[in-house]
Protein backbone atom coordinates (compact mmCIF):
# COMPACT_ATOMS: atom_id res chain seq x y z
CA UNK A 1 0.00 0.00 0.00
CA UNK A 2 1.31 3.03 -1.19
CA UNK A 3 2.11 5.90 1.47
CA UNK A 4 2.87 9.41 1.05
CA UNK A 5 4.51 11.44 4.18
CA UNK A 6 4.91 15.16 3.80
CA UNK A 7 7.67 17.51 5.13
CA UNK A 8 6.67 19.77 8.12
CA UNK A 9 5.03 22.64 8.85
CA UNK A 10 6.49 25.91 7.36
CA UNK A 11 6.43 29.88 8.05
CA UNK A 12 7.52 32.11 5.49
CA UNK A 13 7.41 36.12 4.80
CA UNK A 14 5.91 37.69 2.05
CA UNK A 15 7.92 37.25 -1.40
CA UNK A 16 9.78 34.57 -0.19
CA UNK A 17 9.89 31.09 -1.55
CA UNK A 18 8.45 27.60 -0.33
CA UNK A 19 9.30 24.24 -1.04
CA UNK A 20 7.57 21.07 0.45
CA UNK A 21 8.24 17.20 0.32
CA UNK A 22 6.14 14.65 -0.27
CA UNK A 23 7.64 10.95 0.35
CA UNK A 24 6.13 7.86 -1.15
CA UNK A 25 6.77 4.68 0.30
CA UNK A 26 5.37 1.07 -0.11
CA UNK A 27 3.85 0.61 -4.11
CA UNK A 28 4.78 1.36 -7.66
CA UNK A 29 6.17 5.26 -7.71
CA UNK A 30 7.03 6.15 -11.53
CA UNK A 31 4.03 5.55 -13.49
CA UNK A 32 1.76 7.02 -11.25
CA UNK A 33 0.78 11.18 -11.65
CA UNK A 34 1.30 12.64 -8.36
CA UNK A 35 -0.82 16.04 -8.09
CA UNK A 36 -0.70 18.89 -5.37
CA UNK A 37 -3.70 20.30 -3.85
CA UNK A 38 -4.19 23.13 -1.68
CA UNK A 39 -6.93 24.18 0.70
CA UNK A 40 -7.15 27.38 2.23
CA UNK A 41 -8.39 27.72 6.13
CA UNK A 42 -11.98 26.83 5.90
CA UNK A 43 -12.19 26.80 2.05
CA UNK A 44 -12.43 24.54 -0.42
CA UNK A 45 -10.14 22.39 -2.49
CA UNK A 46 -7.97 23.69 -5.25
CA UNK A 47 -5.67 22.05 -7.49
CA UNK A 48 -2.61 23.06 -8.35
CA UNK A 49 -0.91 20.84 -10.70
CA UNK A 50 0.67 17.42 -11.71
CA UNK A 51 3.84 15.14 -12.22
CA UNK A 52 4.71 11.78 -13.78
CA UNK A 53 7.62 10.95 -11.77
CA UNK A 54 8.78 8.60 -15.06
CA UNK A 55 8.65 11.56 -17.51
CA UNK A 56 9.22 14.40 -14.99
CA UNK A 57 7.33 16.99 -16.75
CA UNK A 58 4.59 18.79 -15.07
CA UNK A 59 1.74 20.44 -16.22
CA UNK A 60 0.19 23.17 -13.88
CA UNK A 61 -3.44 24.69 -13.46
CA UNK A 62 -3.03 28.31 -15.71
CA UNK A 63 -3.50 30.40 -12.03
CA UNK A 64 -0.12 28.64 -10.36
CA UNK A 65 1.86 29.15 -13.93
CA UNK A 66 5.25 31.04 -13.60
CA UNK A 67 4.95 30.60 -9.64
CA UNK A 68 4.91 26.81 -8.88
CA UNK A 69 7.72 24.10 -10.15
CA UNK A 70 6.88 20.54 -9.35
CA UNK A 71 9.79 18.10 -9.88
CA UNK A 72 10.57 14.26 -9.15
CA UNK A 73 13.45 13.03 -7.73
CA UNK A 74 12.63 9.21 -8.81
CA UNK A 75 16.43 8.09 -6.59
CA UNK A 76 14.62 9.08 -3.32
CA UNK A 77 11.04 8.58 -4.36
CA UNK A 78 10.21 12.19 -3.10
CA UNK A 79 8.13 14.78 -4.85
CA UNK A 80 8.58 18.48 -4.56
CA UNK A 81 6.26 21.64 -4.58
CA UNK A 82 8.39 24.65 -4.72
CA UNK A 83 6.20 28.21 -4.99
CA UNK A 84 7.48 31.46 -5.36
CA UNK A 85 6.50 35.36 -4.44
CA UNK A 86 4.39 33.87 -1.76
CA UNK A 87 1.76 36.33 -0.50
CA UNK A 88 -0.73 35.78 2.37
CA UNK A 89 -3.15 34.38 0.38
CA UNK A 90 -1.04 31.31 -0.13
CA UNK A 91 -1.64 30.79 3.51
CA UNK A 92 -3.04 27.09 3.30
CA UNK A 93 -2.52 23.73 3.79
CA UNK A 94 -0.74 21.76 1.25
CA UNK A 95 -1.23 17.92 0.24
CA UNK A 96 0.37 15.91 -2.36
CA UNK A 97 -1.98 12.91 -3.68
CA UNK A 98 -1.69 9.66 -5.97
CA UNK A 99 -3.45 9.25 -8.51
CA UNK A 100 -5.78 6.03 -8.47
CA UNK A 101 -4.71 4.44 -11.95
CA UNK A 102 -2.87 5.18 -15.19
CA UNK A 103 -3.39 7.72 -16.91
CA UNK A 104 -4.93 9.96 -14.16
CA UNK A 105 -8.41 11.50 -14.83
CA UNK A 106 -8.68 13.32 -11.56
CA UNK A 107 -9.15 10.68 -8.54
CA UNK A 108 -6.71 10.52 -5.77
CA UNK A 109 -6.84 7.31 -3.63
CA UNK A 110 -3.76 8.34 -1.64
CA UNK A 111 -3.42 11.25 0.70
CA UNK A 112 -0.53 12.66 2.27
CA UNK A 113 -0.69 14.28 5.36
CA UNK A 114 -1.04 17.41 4.43
CA UNK A 115 1.76 20.47 5.16
CA UNK A 116 0.39 23.99 6.40
CA UNK A 117 2.10 26.64 4.73
CA UNK A 118 1.80 30.43 6.57
CA UNK A 119 2.74 33.60 4.93
CA UNK A 120 3.00 36.16 7.21
CA UNK A 121 5.10 39.27 7.77
CA UNK B 1 -10.92 27.27 -14.97
CA UNK B 2 -14.18 28.11 -12.84
CA UNK B 3 -14.71 25.46 -9.69
CA UNK B 4 -17.72 23.16 -10.10
CA UNK B 5 -20.87 24.31 -8.25
CA UNK B 6 -22.08 22.20 -5.06
CA UNK B 7 -25.01 23.44 -2.49
CA UNK B 8 -23.11 24.72 0.28
CA UNK B 9 -24.90 22.84 2.88
CA UNK B 10 -27.05 19.78 2.68
CA UNK B 11 -28.88 17.73 6.19
CA UNK B 12 -30.51 14.61 6.26
CA UNK B 13 -31.65 12.22 9.25
CA UNK B 14 -30.04 9.16 10.00
CA UNK B 15 -31.32 6.18 7.81
CA UNK B 16 -32.53 8.71 4.79
CA UNK B 17 -30.93 9.36 1.62
CA UNK B 18 -29.40 12.14 0.31
CA UNK B 19 -28.30 13.59 -2.79
CA UNK B 20 -25.03 16.27 -3.51
CA UNK B 21 -25.39 18.21 -6.68
CA UNK B 22 -22.23 19.27 -8.54
CA UNK B 23 -22.61 21.60 -11.78
CA UNK B 24 -19.97 21.93 -14.16
CA UNK B 25 -20.37 22.79 -17.97
CA UNK B 26 -20.04 21.46 -21.96
CA UNK B 27 -16.19 21.54 -21.30
CA UNK B 28 -15.95 19.39 -18.13
CA UNK B 29 -18.65 17.32 -16.92
CA UNK B 30 -20.73 17.58 -19.92
CA UNK B 31 -17.69 16.17 -22.19
CA UNK B 32 -16.03 13.82 -19.41
CA UNK B 33 -17.24 10.41 -17.68
CA UNK B 34 -14.24 11.59 -14.86
CA UNK B 35 -15.83 12.78 -12.35
CA UNK B 36 -14.81 11.89 -8.54
CA UNK B 37 -16.06 12.39 -5.30
CA UNK B 38 -14.14 13.02 -2.00
CA UNK B 39 -14.90 13.04 2.10
CA UNK B 40 -12.97 15.47 4.09
CA UNK B 41 -13.89 15.31 8.23
CA UNK B 42 -12.51 18.06 10.21
CA UNK B 43 -8.50 17.69 10.07
CA UNK B 44 -8.31 14.90 8.17
CA UNK B 45 -6.97 14.27 4.31
CA UNK B 46 -10.08 14.14 1.76
CA UNK B 47 -10.85 10.38 1.13
CA UNK B 48 -11.62 9.25 -2.34
CA UNK B 49 -15.32 7.53 -2.47
CA UNK B 50 -16.06 7.21 -6.23
CA UNK B 51 -13.88 7.88 -9.54
CA UNK B 52 -15.33 7.86 -13.17
CA UNK B 53 -18.81 8.85 -11.65
CA UNK B 54 -19.32 6.02 -10.22
CA UNK B 55 -16.71 3.40 -9.41
CA UNK B 56 -16.13 2.71 -5.93
CA UNK B 57 -12.77 1.88 -4.60
CA UNK B 58 -12.26 -1.23 -2.59
CA UNK B 59 -13.12 -0.27 0.60
CA UNK B 60 -15.63 2.24 -0.14
CA UNK B 61 -19.48 1.37 1.36
CA UNK B 62 -22.27 0.75 -1.41
CA UNK B 63 -23.85 3.83 0.30
CA UNK B 64 -22.43 6.02 -1.76
CA UNK B 65 -23.40 5.85 -5.13
CA UNK B 66 -23.13 8.26 -8.30
CA UNK B 67 -24.11 9.46 -11.33
CA UNK B 68 -24.76 12.20 -14.06
CA UNK B 69 -26.79 13.46 -16.57
CA UNK B 70 -25.72 16.46 -18.63
CA UNK B 71 -23.86 18.87 -16.75
CA UNK B 72 -24.11 17.60 -13.50
CA UNK B 73 -22.98 14.92 -11.60
CA UNK B 74 -24.99 13.73 -8.54
CA UNK B 75 -23.52 11.69 -5.09
CA UNK B 76 -26.22 9.68 -3.14
CA UNK B 77 -25.87 8.79 0.24
CA UNK B 78 -28.33 6.04 1.56
CA UNK B 79 -28.80 5.13 5.12
CA UNK B 80 -27.05 8.04 6.16
CA UNK B 81 -25.54 7.64 9.56
CA UNK B 82 -23.67 9.94 12.27
CA UNK B 83 -20.46 9.00 10.55
CA UNK B 84 -20.96 10.92 7.18
CA UNK B 85 -21.15 14.21 8.44
CA UNK B 86 -18.15 16.08 6.57
CA UNK B 87 -17.59 17.70 4.43
CA UNK B 88 -17.93 16.73 0.12
CA UNK B 89 -16.16 17.59 -2.67
CA UNK B 90 -16.64 16.67 -6.46
CA UNK B 91 -13.51 17.17 -8.90
CA UNK B 92 -13.74 16.77 -12.82
CA UNK B 93 -11.18 15.88 -15.54
CA UNK B 94 -10.77 18.99 -18.39
CA UNK B 95 -8.19 19.07 -20.50
CA UNK B 96 -5.46 17.26 -18.45
CA UNK B 97 -6.33 19.30 -15.65
CA UNK B 98 -9.03 19.08 -12.45
CA UNK B 99 -11.13 21.15 -10.80
CA UNK B 100 -12.81 20.49 -7.69
CA UNK B 101 -16.24 21.69 -6.53
CA UNK B 102 -16.56 24.12 -4.09
CA UNK B 103 -18.00 21.56 -1.32
CA UNK B 104 -20.58 20.71 0.29
CA UNK B 105 -21.07 20.45 3.73
CA UNK B 106 -23.47 17.45 4.89
CA UNK B 107 -25.20 17.93 8.40
CA UNK B 108 -26.58 14.63 10.12
CA UNK B 109 -29.36 15.76 11.97
Known amino acids: QVQLVQSGAEVKKPGSSVKVSCKASGGTFNNYAISWVRQAPGQGLEWMGRIIPILGIPNYAQKFQGRLTLTADRSTSTLYMEMSSLRSEDTAIYYCARASAVPDYGAYETWGQGTLVTVSS | QSALTQPASVSGSPGQSITISCTGS?????????VSWYQQHPGKAPKLLLS???NRPSGVSNRFSGSKSGDTASLTISGLQAEDEADYYC?????????FGGGTKLTVL
Open chain 2, 26 to 34: SSDIGTYNY
Open chain 2, 52 to 54: DVS
Open chain 2, 91 to 99: ASYININTV
